[in-house]
């Protein structure tokens, strides 16, 4: 187990007063190899723990609000170059001088690019999927790191009812 002399040698840090982010990622990540009693009283040192803890989070969120817009981004310019193509094919079945095999081709291609679409559309959705299950892991370890060596009740499991709780 760890003591708190030897936490605060090990953060490189003189007093648990003004942690810095690193600080703070250090600390919590060392939390499940100290004595309860120990991590709680390392905790009530750091006076801004919650705030600097919400922070952290919030900087998390940012960034997969980042990822998630230049996704966005980068999907919706790949759905308008699709959406351009189909527009002239549509303008090309126009053409009344075509034969039947001419347009049939011209609307397997169409086809073709509604599948490619389709599979871009559920590749995105899985990249997102993903992306949120990432997030969810990260929330949960954060809390799972600072609750259970404090005594937190970190079970998951069920009600009579089958619920999580």
Known sequence: MITETEALKSLDISDFRHPTKDTMIKMVSMLDQMDPEVAEKILEQFPEF???????LTEYKELLDEGLKSNNESIKNVYDTYNTIIVSLRKELENEDLTFEQKKYIIEQMKEIAGIIYKKDTENKKFITKLFKIAAAVVVSAVFAV???LGGNTQIGTDDRGRRV
């Open 50 to 56: 919650a705030s600097t803890a919400r922070g952290i």
């Open 147 to 149: 609750a259970s060596p």
